[in-house]
C-alpha cells in the first residue's frame, strides 16, 4: 500500500479504477503477467458495489447513495470526474427501517412528527438536535452509554432526512425498543458483514477452479449451502427442493413418477454434450420447452429443475445455455459435499476481492484507497492519456479499466446515449432474530415469476414479473452475531419507477413476520418471543441454540479449498438404498423418509456392513418444507431492513437512434460491465478474463502462484 497521495512513479502498464470484484482479478492476471499495475479506488473499503460492510458503515454507505444525482453539473465539466454523483445516479429508492415490537404493549412510544413541525423553519441542524434532545429527555433514564446515545442521533437524524421522505416517514415516532435495538446493531457493527451484492461460487464453477489453481483460494475459507428451496403458489409453501441423486430418492415433495424423470434428465444433462441428438432441434428454443417435450417434465419437476438444480430462474435463457447451467451445477456436487454452491466468510465479495488484491501487491502492484480523481485526459485522436488525481498529479498508462462512475461526464454521457433497454436489481437486506428455514440456517430460496401478487387487494392485479431471489446467511458465514440471521432479497426489475420495498415484500411476508404488517406471517405469541434488544444471558443462549442445532454451525464446519471430498462410497450406499426405496414404493407405497445429511469434511463414511444403520440415522435430520401459513418453529421477526435500487442498464443492440453520431470512447480505455443479479460470479470471472487476453495475448491467465514459505521462489 502506499503511504503519501503522490507517486515517484508516474507512468504504468495499466492503472484501474475501483476494486470492484472484476477490476481485482484483472489487476492480480496483469500483475502476475509482469505489467506494471497501479489501482485506485475513491471508497475507503475494497469490493465497489459487491462491497461488505459492518452495520455502522452500512448505514454509512446508504446515507450516501440517498443523495439525489444533480446532472447539471456534467455539461459545464466534460472530462471532470464526480464519483460521487455516478454513484448516487446508479442507486434509488433508498429505505431504512427499524421494526418496533408491536407484542409489547409496555413499550413507551414518543411523537417526533410534532416536534419537527415546530421546527420547521430551523435549519437542518438545529431539527436534529431538537429531536436527540427531545428524545433524550424521553428516555433519560433507559441508558447512558455512548452507543445508546449514538443510536439516538441515528434516529434524530432519520426522522430529519432531506433525501427521503420515506425514510423520514418510517421514524415519525421511536420507541424505546427500537432505541435499544439500534443499539445493540451498533454495539454489534463489527460482527455483521452486509453483502452490496450477495453471491455464492459453484463447487467446480470457472471462479473456484481460478482459485484453485492460482493458489488464490489460500487465502479464503467457506461454508456450504445447506439447502436450497422454492415456493410453491398452489400450495402458499417454501418447498426443499430435491437438488442432487441423493435428494431425489428422499424427496417428499416429488412421486415416484417425477423422481423417475428428474433422476432420467440429470443422468442426461452430465454427458449432454455427447448427446447432441437429443436436444440438437432445441437449440436455440427456451429451456423449459426443452425438457417438458424431450422428458415430459411435470410443472413441479420443471420448478426443481429451473428454479433449484443450479439455474436460478432464467425464464429466457436458450436449451444450450440451460444445460450448460445444470452440467456446471451437477459437476459441482459431491466435491466438497453434497452440494454445488460455497459461501465465502466474512462478506463474499470484499473478501474475493481481498484476496485477488494481496496477489497484485505481491506482484508489484500499487494501490492507494480512499484516493481522489479529478478528471480525464483524451488526445485529439480519441486516446484516452492520463487521470488527474486529487493533488494534481498527472497519472499515465497505456490502458486504462475502470467502471461506469469512475467515467467522466461526457464519457458517461455516452454510455447513457447508447442505452436503449433499461435494467435494475431491487435489494433488501433483512436482519432477522431466527432462522427462516427452521434447522436450516445458510439456504437460498427463489419465488418463481407469476407466483407472487405484489399488490394484495387492489385492481388490477400486479405479479412478480421476475424470479426473486433470497440468500439467507447466519452466524457461521461472519456474516453476524450467533442470534441473528441475515437475508438477502433481491430481483431484477424492468423499470425505475416501482420500488424495491414494492417489488420484494411479498416474498418476504412468506418468511418472516413484518411488524405492522398483517399480510406477512403471524407474530410469536408474547411468551415465546424474544425482545429485539436481547439481554446478555438471553444472547448467550441462541447463541448456543444455533450453534448446536442440525444443519447448524456445529453440523457445517468451514472449509478451505483443499478439502476435498471423496464421496463415491457414500454415494454407492445412497444409491443402493434408492434401489431398495423404490422397490418398497412400487410394491406397498412406503412413505418416504427425510433427506439424509451429507458428512462434513472431516467425517469418515460408512463401510458397506454399516449401510443401513448410517443411512437411517442420516434420513432423520431435516424437513421436506416450510409452510408459509404454519410452522413447528417460532416465526422469525424482522428487526431491520435496507432496501435499494441498483442500475445495471447497458448499452447492447440496438442503439437508439442518433447515437451511432457520437464519439466512441477510447480503444484503450475499457469499462465494465455493471454486476448482475446472478447468483453466482462467472459472468465477472470470464469477463476478466477476455480483458485480460485481449491486453495480454498468449499470457496465461493467473498462473499457479509460489508458495510463500518457498524463499527462492522471490514471493
Known sequence: MADTDSLDTTVFDAIILGTGFTQTIVAAALARAGKTVLHLDENDYYGGESGAFGFRDLLTWADKVALNADDSSSKDHPDKIEFDRLVAKAYSHVEI?????????KDKVIDLASVLDSQKN??????????????????????????????????????????????????KSVSLAQIQSLTEFI???????????????????????LLISSGIGKYLEFKLLERTAVYEALTDKVEMMPTSKEDVF????????????????????VDYENQKEVWRDYRDAPFTQFVQSVYGLTNKVLTAVVYAIGFDGNDEATTTDGLKSVKVYLQSLGRYGNSAYLCPLYGVGSELAQAFCRVSAVYGGIYMLQHGL???????????????????????????????????????????????????VSHCILVTDRSAFGDTTLCKTLFPMGSLVLNPGETPVRKNEHTISVLQMCSGTMSCPNDRFVLYIWAESDTPNDTAKEELTAAIRKLVHIPGDALSLKAPTSSNSTSQAP?????????????????????QPRMSLDQELDMEQVRQEILQAEKKLFEENEANSTPVPSRPSTPGPSSPTSSSGSTNKSLSKMFQKSKSSV?????????PRALFSLFYKRTT??????????????????????????????????????EARAVFERLCPGAEFLPPTPDPEDHSSGY
Not at 427501517?97 to 404493549?105: A, G, S
Not at 454495539?187 to 477452479?209: A, E, I, M, Q, V
Request: glycine share 2%; charged share 20%.
Open 535 to 555: 439481554t446478555s444471558t438471553n444472547t448467550k443462549a441462541a447463541a448456543a441454540t444455533t450453534a448446536g442445532a442440525p444443519g447448524g454451525m456445529e453440523d
Open 187 to 209: 454495539k454489534n457493527t463489527r460482527k455483521y458483514n452486509f453483502d452490496l451484492s450477495p453471491k455464492l461460487l459453484y463447487s467446480r464453477g470457472p471462479l473456484t477452479n
Open 122 to 171: 430551523k435549519s437542518t441542524e438545529e431539527q436534529i438536535k431538537a429531536m436527540e434532545d427531545h428524545i433524550t429527555a424521553a428516555y433519560s433514564s433507559a441508558d447512558s452509554t455512548k452507543e445508546f446515545k449514538e443510536a439516538i442521533s441515528t434516529l434524530a437524524l432519520w426522522a430529519t432526512n432531506q433525501q427521503s421522505a420515506t425514510i423520514t416517514a418510517n421514524f
Open 250 to 269: 428422499v424427496s417428499k415433495a416429488l412421486s415416484l413418477k417425477e423422481k423417475r424423470l428428474l433422476m432420467k434428465f440429470l443422468q442426461f444433462a
Open 374 to 424: 479529478d478528471k480525464h485526459n483524451v488526445d485529439e485522436a480519441n486516446k484516452w492519456r492520463s487521470v488527474v488525481d486529487h493533488t494534481g498529479q498527472t497519472l499515465q498508462a497505456s490502458q486504462l479499466i475502470c467502471t461506469r462512475e469512475y467515467l467522466s461526464n461526457n464519457m458517461d454521457a455516452y454510455i447513457e446515449a447508447r442505452t436503449l433497454n433499461r435494467s435494475y
Open 627 to 635: 409452510s408459509s401459513s404454519t410452522s413447528a418453529t417460532v416465526v
Open 97 to 105: 427501517q427499524l421494526y418496533r415490537d408491536n407484542t409489547n404493549t
Open 649 to 686: 442498464s447497458w448499452p447492447r443492440v440496438p442503439y437508439p437512434n442518433g447515437s451511432e453520431k457520437l464519439t466512441p470512447l477510447p480503444d484503450n480505455l475499457t469499462v465494465l460491465k455493471p454486476m448482475t443479479h446472478s447468483l453466482d460470479f462467472e459472468a465477472a470471472t470470464e
